[in-house]
């Protein structure tokens, strides 16, 4: 029998604590191929890797893993139930390993209510300044820190419970055609069918004249029928009707009909019909600002918290400045508590300043925050916490920045080194890795062809390691957008010929007077056939001028007939050259599915396909198995104690509650009976578990299969699992999915693609795969639009649109347009240097 000295952990060795590295042995989480790997502490250190290759499995499946796992064995069992915990990575051992954090790439859906100042929770310090140090109203009382926050009961406005907007109805929008007569239709908003015909037949009861235009009725009469919190009950005596006997109708208005739908009924498409009766805009009570009155009528520097809220940083610093000449002593006076407060304000924006974050405001939703304006507000968040000898694991911190924003992101990585501690990064943008001190290149391919420690060491010696995708990126100067080699499952092959020149534009369309966000009156022509680029830096306007397309798109019958679009928040005066376009795809980074339910196979309808041979087997006609047997969503075929889902909660008294196996399918997700049906020697679960490319060969005979499996693997997912749940897929990733199924669809028409950084998350190699199906999609004559960063793309794209010059209120303009080579030649854009760079190497 074993001791119990034999069971322990073997301690690190002196020499392992004073070495300066992190020792990871037998590391086997996901793909990694049971790795050795030496990682030197107080250096920035890459990981890089074509997509599934490993390397985020080795950086946060494993070290930071391991480290969290030995944090968490330091906490009470009681404390631990609190705290959501990950599993113990697979790995042997790990020496030399500090305490860790980590900052990943969030994929789920911000909250309106959260803000720059909540995420940097910086809005905590201003509301206590406030409160505090704050100008009151004589005779008031002071009033808490939650009085100033909308998201607290005290703090938000009761008319629109702090969100700041209210919706409301008017008689245009409850009337849209005021030329009708009640029986004609003229009240929009009322329900159709019998509902209607009631709520007519009650207002000739009550000696309404429902006959004559809406417009000439009294307005007293109109306001009544619109407005009217009343609800008289009449007999009614039906004229033209069914139902002959006579019966007691009630009146709603139209307001009380919209807002009794929107807050009862159950049904989404009748909620969104009542939703188009409506106006949305800043609520009369606050302003817009979610607070209430008393709160308001605080002042701090003679403003109130609304207004330094929506102050760009750069001027809310300039605003706070004077309240620190008040010594912040210890007398516990206001001014000397607004003092002390300031002063470690401006501190903190003074780090969001360095990011190049000064045009955001502290009041700025984070759902309109791009990707990389998130990832620098929490690196500048964690700058400040001052820890020293930790380690900090960054997912693609470069990720959604311009070029001209990486800069100052490497000098705050370097600033985390001086500060004494070691920085890793999951990183794609090989002009960050060339800054690196250490290089850990994983692969050479993804899934089960990667999980290899390639190289780990100075970013020179990769020059010597052949098999590496990263090597002729990093070293040789190639780019992305070179011509595409061979697909043989990778990206390795012969070139093909590169394509000669610019393509021609078939058109143009033209959008006058566009508004939204940062966008004011903005006039820009987009060329019908072609690939174009969408560039500048963070918070100029990008992606608003694709949601300025697609409200385009979505109103172009109204708009080529002289009307506008008015929506929320977006403005379009008038637009021309849409009838060359029949449909519009816009591809984001959205996840396919919020459930585990939703995967690879389902999202694609492949899934369909793989059902139906299995029902078509003879086992499965013996028991009359349908289709819909081989579904783990219906019960019938999926097992009844996990419902499908493949695992259990599994509660544990003093420890956390986890998630394991199903005890009965152990995570096979169907029942025993389902299971026993085989296609050529695999049963369903089988199939699900196998990864694109080896379901490539394994359903190349079944059409609809293969051909949802090729367009997978040419936008290079061919390392996922056809069961891969969608929770688990990164946002680029979702995104090349959306992709790959728009592709495997059959062309009907000109269709106009917009894509908002579809390169993000994407190595090099990856990147090449993806903009040749961009390519492809414009040859078969569509338009593809794109945002990006990526400066060898938009080197080789057809037509430039560069917004900027600046962020926020300083961006929104069209800087320049046209050819790359033209746009590098601007003087004045932040881009056309970069982009200068990329164009050489064509």
Request: charged share 20%; with cysteine.
């Amino acid at each position: 029998m074993e001791s119990i000295e034999s069971m322990l952990p073997v301690p690190p060795s002196a020499e392992d604590l004073l070495d300066g590295f992190v020792r990871v042995r037998g590391a086997q989480e996901n793909n990694l191929k049971n790795v050795d790997v030496d990682v030197p502490r107080d250096a920035i250190v890459a990981f890089t890797g074509i997509s599934g290759s490993g390397k985020s499995s080795l950086a946060f499946g494993t070290i930071f893993a391991e480290a969290q796992r030995r944090y968490f064995e330091s906490v009470a069992p009681y404390a631990r139930r609190l705290i959501q915990q990950g599993g113990n990575p697979h790995v042997e051992s790990i020496t030399g390993l500090p305490p860790a954090v980590a900052l990943q790439q969030r994929r789920g859906t911000p909250s309106t209510r959260s803000s720059v100042g909540t995420v940097t929770t910086l809005s905590n310090s201003v509301r206590m300044l406030f409160s505090r140090a704050g100008d009151y109203p004589d005779g008031s009382g002071i009033l808490y820190s939650d009085s100033f926050s909308p998201n607290t009961v005290t703090g938000a406005c009761p008319v629109c419970h702090g969100l700041g907007t209210a919706h409301t109805v008017s008689e245009e929008s409850l009337v849209p055609n005021p030329e009708l007569s009640i029986s004609e239709g003229a009240v929009a908003a009322w329900p159709g069918a019998w509902q209607g015909k009631n709520l007519r037949d009650i207002l000739v009861k009550l000696g309404y004249d429902v006959e004559i235009p809406w417009k000439k009725l009294p307005q007293k009469q109109r306001d009544w029928i619109l407005f009217t919190e009343e609800q008289p009950v009449v007999t009614v005596t039906p004229l033209r009707d069914r139902i002959e006997k006579p019966y007691k109708g009630r009146f709603w208005s139209a307001r009380s009909h919209v807002l009794h739908t929107l807050a009862d009924s159950k049904s989404a498409p009748m909620r969104e019909r009542a939703l188009a009766f409506m106006h949305s805009g800043p609520c009369t009570e606050c302003g817009g600002s979610g607070l209430k009155p008393d709160a308001l009528a605080v002042r701090v520097a003679g403003r109130n918290i609304a207004e330094m809220n929506a102050l760009p940083l750069k001027e809310f610093k300039d605003a706070l400045r004077p309240l620190t000449n008040t010594p912040a002593g210890s007398d516990g006076s206001r001014e000397a508590v607004g003092a002390a407060i300031a002063k470690d304000l401006l501190q903190r924006v003074g780090v969001l300043l360095d990011l190049g974050l000064g045009y955001l405001s502290l009041g700025r939703a984070t759902p309109t925050l791009s990707p990389g304006e998130m990832q620098r507000l929490r690196i500048a968040t964690q700058l400040r916490s001052g820890l020293f000898g930790v380690i900090y694991v960054l997912d693609e911190p470069s990720a959604g920045l311009h070029p001209a924003d990486t800069e100052p992101l490497l000098e705050v990585l370097a600033q985390l080194r001086a500060g004494g501690n070691t920085v890793f990064v999951v990183e794609h943008n090989m002009d960050l890795v060339r800054r690196a001190d250490w290089i850990v290149d994983v692969g050479p391919r993804a899934g089960v062809d990667g999980g290899w420690i390639l190289y780990s060491g100075p970013v020179p010696g990769l020059a010597d390691v052949k098999e590496s995708l990263t090597r002729p990126f990093l070293l040789d100067g190639d780019s992305p957008a070179s011509p595409l080699e061979a697909l043989d499952g990778g990206t390795a092959g012969g070139r093909r010929p590169p394509r000669q020149g610019r393509r021609q534009e078939l058109g143009r369309l033209h959008i006058r007077q566009a508004s939204l966000h940062n966008l004011q009156n903005l006039e820009v022509s987009v060329p019908v056939g072609v690939l174009s680029a969408v560039t500048g830096v963070s918070g100029s306007g990008k992606s608003s001028l694709l949601k300025v397309l697609s409200a385009a798109f979505e109103s172009r019958d109204g708009l080529e007939n002289g009307a506008q679009v008015q929506s929320v928040d977006t403005a379009v005066a008038a637009v021309s050259g849409l009838d060359a376009v029949d449909r519009l795809v816009e591809v984001d980074q959205r996840p396919i599915g919020r459930t585990p339910r939703s995967n690879l196979a389902t999202y694609t309808g492949l899934f369909d396909a793989v059902r139906r041979e299995f029902a078509a087997t003879d086992e499965a006609k013996e028991h009359g198995f349908s289709p819909s047997r081989f579904s783990f969503n219906v019960a019938g075929g999926r097992c009844e104690n996990c419902l499908g889902e493949g695992s259990v909660s599994v509660e544990l008294l003093f420890l956390p509650g986890s998630y394991g196996p199903c005890p009965v399918c152990h995570g096979a997700r169907f029942n025993e009976e389902t299971l026993e049906v085989e296609y050529r020697g695999k049963n369903i679960a089988d199939v699900l578990s196998l990864t694109v490319d080896a379901a490539a060969v394994f359903l190349a005979d079944i059409p609809a299969a293969a051909r949802s499996l090729a367009a997978l693997r040419e936008v290079g997912l061919g390392y996922l699992r056809l069961g891969q749940p969608a929770t688990e897929l990164s946002g680029g990733e979702a995104q090349r999915i959306k992709l790959a199924t728009e592709l495997q669809r059959a062309r009907k028409g000109h269709t106009l693609y917009l894509l908002d950084e579809p390169t993000t998350g994407l190595h090099p190699a990856d990147v090449r795969l993806l903009l040749h199906q961009l390519n492809r999609l414009v040859d078969a004559g569509n338009t593809v639009v794109v945002v990006e960063h990526d400066m060898d793309v938009v080197a080789s794209a057809d037509w430039v649109m560069d917004l900027g010059p600046s962020g926020g209120a300083d961006g929104g303009r069209l800087m320049a347009a046209g050819t790359p080579e033209e746009v590098a030649a601007v003087e004045g854009s932040r881009t056309a240097p970069y982009l200068a760079v990329a164009t050489d190497k064509r």
